[in-house]
C-alpha cells in the first residue's frame, strides 16, 4: 500500500479525554487524513499523544459512525432526511407534552459534551427548552464530590484546586491511575511524563488504590487500601497533623482560612489506630505519611475517580483539600494551586473575594427525594424517574452524547426503563447500547469536521494556555454542525414548530452574553455599547459557539476588551497560533478568587461535618470476608464508546475479572476460567484474568462494555462485546452529599462457572 503524500497540515486539541494534547494532521491532495501524531510545537503537550488520539481518523471514517439521522419504524432503525427527522422529534414531544405536561420530560448529558464546544455553548439551549427539572448527566457517575467540595469550600462548584504537578515534591494521588487515563479534572498532557519529572527532580510520589496499577508501579511507594476506606485514611491523616502539631496553612493563606480548630475537634476521634483494620493501612504507614506530607517543602493530595465514585465521595473530596490547606500548600507553587482560565468562569466574575457561596437541594428528585446539585438529580434515579407512575414521571427523554444503558449504575433496571419511555431523542455518533432505544437518533458531524476548544477542562489545567482548533475536514453536504442540531432542538422543544432556525438561535444568546457583560462592573467591557461590540464580533464572519468564544476570550481575564487592551486575547490571536497560546504558570489566587458568603476558605463547612458520623460508623461495618468490585481502564479505551475502533481493541484489551492468586485459589478459578459475579443488583458472568496486581479480596472489572445486545450498529465491538460491569452497581449506594454512584467497592459474590 502508498500512502500518499501530506500536502496540508492541521493542528487540533484532541478532544477525546481531558489531558488536551495537541494533534499534527497530515492531509493528502483529495483531504484525506494520512497521518496523526503529536503536535511537537504545542504549547502543552509538546508532542505527546496517547494510542487514541490518533484515532480521531477511524472515527471519522468509522462506517458504522451514524451520518444520517434514524427513525425507529416497526422497532428497526432507519435512516431519513433531516427534514422528516425534526417532524419525528416535534410529533413525539408534542403527543408526550400534551398528554404528560412538561414535567415529564427529561434530558441526560453525557462526558463527550464536556470536551466539545458546540454541546458546551448549547446543551443549555436544550436545557432550558424543556420545561422541566428533570436533568441528569454522567457527573453523578465522576466528578460531583470535587464541585461539592468547592462549593463548599472555596464558594463556586469550578474553584477546584489541582495539583502543581511541574513543580511539586511530593504528590499523594488515590484513585486515580494516569497511566492509563492521563489523569483527570487535573489537565496535564503527559501526566506520567510529569509524574515522572518529580521523581527525577528528587520529589517523592505515593499512590493509594487497591490495584497495583501501572502508576503505583512507577511510583516511589503503592498504598494498598481496602476499597471505599479512603475517608477513614484521609480523616487518620489530618488527625496526625494535629496530634503531633504538624498544622500550619502558611502565612500567605493564613488570614484567608476559617475552621481550622473546628476541624481539628471533628477528627480528634479518627486515630490511625482507630482505622487501620478497615482501611488495610497500618498505623505505621498513615504516621508516616502525614509526616511526609508536613515535612515536604511542598506537596499535593489529590484524588479522582476511585476516591469520588464510593459512598463517601464529597467528605472524601473535602478532606484531600483540608490536607493541602492544613500542610501549607493551598494556593502555593507547588502544592494545589487554582488555574485562571483564559475564558474566565464563576470564580473570576463578580466580586473578587466574596460572593453568594454554594448551596444544593434546591428542589428534590420525585421518587427517593435526593437533593438537586448543580442543577442535577442523581442518575442513579432515573431509571425509577421513568418506572414510578405519578405526577412528573418521565415520559420523554433525551440523551445529548451519553450512553447511560452502560455507564451507570444498576444498568439493567436503566435499560428496560428506557424501553418503556413514550419518547426518546438522541443526538449521538452512534447507534448503541442507549440510542438503540430512541425513536430519532441525530447524528452530529465528525470530531474532524468542527472546531474545538476545551471550554471546561482549561478551568483545571497545570498551567494556564489557550487554544483553539478550526475544523480539519469539511462538513458533509446537508449535515448541520453538532451546534445547530443543539440549538434547533431546543427551539423545537420551545416551539413545537421545525422552521426554527438555530441561528435565530445562536443571536439571541449572543446578544445575552453582551448584554449581561456591559451591565457587569467586574467586565472589562462594563457600560460599553451592546451593538459595537456585536458588530466588531460580527465582522469577523463567525457565528455559532466560535463567535461566542472570542467574546469571551475578549472579555476574560487575558482579554483584549474589544480594542481596549492591547496584545489581549481573541479568537484571533488563537488562530494567529495554532500551536496553543502560553498563559503561564498557575499564580496563587486567594483570596481574590474566593466566593463563599464569609470571604473565607471554609474549612470545615457544616454540611461535611454533618457527614462524619456516618464515616465514623463505616469503620465497624467493614467486612474482612466480603468480596469488593472496583473498575479499571485501559489505555486504549475511553469509556463505552472507543470499542469500535479495531485499532484500539485487537490487541490485549479485554474485558477480564481480575482476581488475585489466593482468592483464585479458595474459589476455584483460574486464568481464562469463567467466573460468575453477583451484587445486590445483578449477575454477570466473566472471563478471570489472575493477577498479582490486585488486593486480596478485591475483585475489577472495566466498565463500558456489554455491546451484544440487539438492534445496535457497532460491529466490531459486537464482536468483542465484553459484559456490562453497571449491571453489577447499585443505585441504591450513593455519596448523599453530591448523589455520586458508588462504582467502586461493590459488595460481591464470586463462584467458578467451570
Ligand atoms: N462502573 C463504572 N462506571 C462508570 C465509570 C467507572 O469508572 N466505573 N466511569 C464513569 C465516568 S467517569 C463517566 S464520564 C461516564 C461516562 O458516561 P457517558 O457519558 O454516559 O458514556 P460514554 O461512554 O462516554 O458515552 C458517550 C456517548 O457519546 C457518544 N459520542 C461520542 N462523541 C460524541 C460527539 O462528539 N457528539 C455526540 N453527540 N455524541 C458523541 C458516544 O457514541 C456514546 O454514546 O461513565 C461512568 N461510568
Ligand atoms: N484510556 C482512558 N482514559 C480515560 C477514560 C477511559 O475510559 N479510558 N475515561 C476518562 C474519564 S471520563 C475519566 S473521569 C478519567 C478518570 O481518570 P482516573 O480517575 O485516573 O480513573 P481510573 O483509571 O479509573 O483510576 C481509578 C483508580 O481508582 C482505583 N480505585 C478503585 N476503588 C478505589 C478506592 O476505594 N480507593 C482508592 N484509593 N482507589 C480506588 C482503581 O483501582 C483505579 O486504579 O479518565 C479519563 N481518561
Ligand atoms: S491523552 Fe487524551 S487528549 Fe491526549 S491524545 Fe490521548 S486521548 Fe487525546
Ligand atoms: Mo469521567
Not at 474589544?562 to 495554532?578: A, R, Y
Request: aromatic share 6%; proline share 5%; net charge negative.
Amino acid at each position: 500500500m502508498t500512502i500518499s503524500p501530506v500536502v496540508r497540515t492541521a493542528y487540533r486539541t484532541c478532544p477525546l479525554c481531558e489531558a488536551g494534547c495537541g494533534l499534527e494532521i497530515g492531509l493528502d491532495a483529495t483531504e484525506q487524513v494520512v497521518r496523526i501524531r503529536g503536535d511537537m510545537d504545542d504549547v502543552f503537550s509538546h508532542g505527546y499523544i496517547c494510542p487514541k488520539g490518533s484515532t480521531l481518523k477511524q472515527i471519522h471514517e468509522d462506517p458504522d459512525r451514524l451520518r444520517k439521522p434514524l427513525i425507529k419504524k416497526n422497532g428497526k432503525h432507519v435512516e431519513v432526511s433531516w427534514d422528516e427527522a425534526w417532524e419525528a422529534v416535534r410529533d413525539g414531544f408534542a403527543k408526550v407534552i400534551e398528554k404528560h405536561g412538561r414535567s415529564s420530560l427529561a434530558v441526560y448529558l453525557g462526558n463527550p459534551g464536556a470536551h466539545n464546544l458546540g454541546a458546551m455553548m448549547f446543551n443549555k439551549t436544550v436545557v432550558q427548552s424543556l420545561g422541566s427539572f428533570n436533568r441528569f448527566s454522567a457527573s453523578t457517575v465522576d466528578q460531583m464530590p470535587k464541585h461539592v467540595a468547592a462549593g463548599f469550600m472555596f464558594g463556586t462548584p469550578v474553584t477546584i484546586p489541582v495539583p502543581d504537578l511541574d513543580h511539586t515534591d511530593y504528590l499523594l494521588l488515590l484513585g486515580s491511575n494516569p497511566y492509563a487515563s492521563n489523569g483527570s479534572v487535573c489537565t496535564a498532557p503527559d501526566f506520567p511524563g510529569r509524574l515522572e519529572a518529580i521523581r527525577t527532580r528528587g520529589g517523592k510520589v505515593v499512590v493509594v488504590d487497591p490495584r497495583r496499577t501501572r502508576t503505583a508501579d512507577e511510583a516511589d511507594e503503592w498504598i494498598s487500601i481496602r476499597p471505599g476506606t479512603d475517608g477513614l485514611f484521609l480523616a487518620a491523616i489530618i488527625n496526625v497533623l494535629y496530634a503531633d502539631g504538624l498544622v500550619d496553612v502558611g502565612d500567605h493563606v493564613r488570614s484567608n482560612v476559617s475552621g481550622v480548630d473546628e476541624l481539628g475537634a471533628e477528627l480528634a476521634t479518627f486515630t490511625p489506630e482507630l482505622v487501620e483494620l478497615a482501611t488495610g493501612i497500618s498505623a505505621t504507614v498513615t504516621r508516616r505519611i502525614a509526616h511526609e506530607l508536613a515535612a515536604a517543602p511542598t506537596a499535593a493530595v489529590n484524588g479522582r475517580i476511585g476516591v469520588n465514585t464510593v459512598l463517601f465521595g464529597s467528605v472524601n473530596a473535602w478532606l484531600i483539600d483540608a490536607i493541602n490547606t492544613l500542610t501549607g500548600n493551598l494556593d502555593k507553587r507547588g502544592g494545589a494551586m487554582f488555574a485562571l482560565p483564559a475564558t474566565g468562569g464563576p470564580n473570576t466574575r463578580g466580586t473578587s473575594g466574596t460572593g453568594n457561596g454554594f448551596r444544593t437541594g434546591r428542589g428534590a428528585s420525585r421518587v427517593r427525594k435526593y437533593p438537586e446539585v448543580l442543577g442535577e438529580f442523581p442518575v442513579a434515579t432515573l431509571a425509577e424517574e421513568i418506572t414510578t407512575p405519578g405526577n412528573g414521571q418521565i415520559r420523554g427523554f433525551i440523551t445529548l452524547a451519553g450512553n447511560p444503558a452502560l455507564s451507570t449504575p444498576n444498568s439493567d433496571a436503566l435499560d428496560g426503563a428506557l424501553s418503556e419511555l413514550d419518547f426518546m431523542v438522541s443526538v449521538d455518533i452512534y447507534l448503541n447500547e442507549t440510542s438503540r432505544h430512541a425513536d430519532v437518533v441525530l447524528p452530529p458531524p465528525s470530531q474532524l469536521q468542527r472546531d474545538h476548544y476545551d471550554l471546561l477542562l482549561l478551568q483545571f489545567a497545570v498551567r494556564n494556555v489557550a487554544n483553539y482548533s478550526e475544523q480539519v475536514l469539511l462538513i458533509d453536504e446537508g449535515q448541520p454542525d453538532e451546534w445547530e442540531i443543539l440549538a434547533k432542538l431546543g427551539g423545537v422543544l420551545q416551539t413545537l414548530d421545525t422552521n426554527i432556525e438555530p441561528s435565530v438561535i445562536d443571536d439571541i444568546a449572543i446578544d445575552a452574553l453582551v448584554q449581561g457583560a456591559i451591565k457587569t462592573s467586574s467586565s472589562n467591557v462594563y457600560g460599553r455599547d451592546a451593538q459595537d461590540i456585536i458588530q466588531q464580533l460580527n465582522a469577523t464572519g463567525r457565528r455559532g459557539p466560535a463567535r461566542m468564544l472570542d467574546f469571551m476570550l475578549q472579555t476574560g481575564p487575558y482579554g483584549a476588551g474589544f480594542g481596549t487592551i492591547t496584545d489581549g486575547l481573541s479568537l484571533q490571536k488563537l488562530l494567529d497560533n495554532p500551536h496553543g497560546v502560553d498563559l503561564g504558570e498557575l499564580e496563587p489566587r486567594i483570596p481574590e478568587i474566593l466566593r463563599t458568603t464569609t470571604g473565607m476558605v471554609e474549612l470545615c463547612p457544616s454540611e461535611f461535618r454533618a457527614d462524619l458520623a456516618r464515616l465514623f460508623d463505616s469503620i465497624n461495618e467493614v467486612d474482612e470476608t466480603q468480596m469488593l468490585l472496583i473498575g479499571r481502564r485501559h489505555l486504549k479505551t475511553n469509556n463505552s464508546w472507543m470499542h469500535n475502533i479495531n485499532v484500539l481493541t485487537k490487541g490485549n484489551v479485554h474485558c477480564t475479572l481480575q482476581v488475585h492468586p489466593d482468592d483464585a485459589r479458595r474459589l476455584g478459578l483460574s486464568d481464562g476460567s469463567n467466573a460468575r459475579v453477583t451484587s445486590r443488583v445483578g449477575t454477570i458472568d466473566a472471563p478471570v484474568e489472575v493477577t498479582e496486581s490486585i488486593r486480596r479480596g478485591v475483585v475489577s472489572l472495566p466498565h463500558g462494555w456489554g455491546h451484544d445486545v440487539q438492534g445496535t450498529l457497532m460491529r466490531v465491538a459486537a464482536k468483542k462485546a465484553g459484559v456490562n460491569s453497571n449491571v453489577l452497581t447499585d443505585s441504591e449506594a450513593l455519596d448523599p452529599l453530591s448523589g455520586t454512584s458508588a462504582l467502586n467497592a461493590i459488595p460481591v459474590v464470586v463462584l467458578s462457572l467451570d
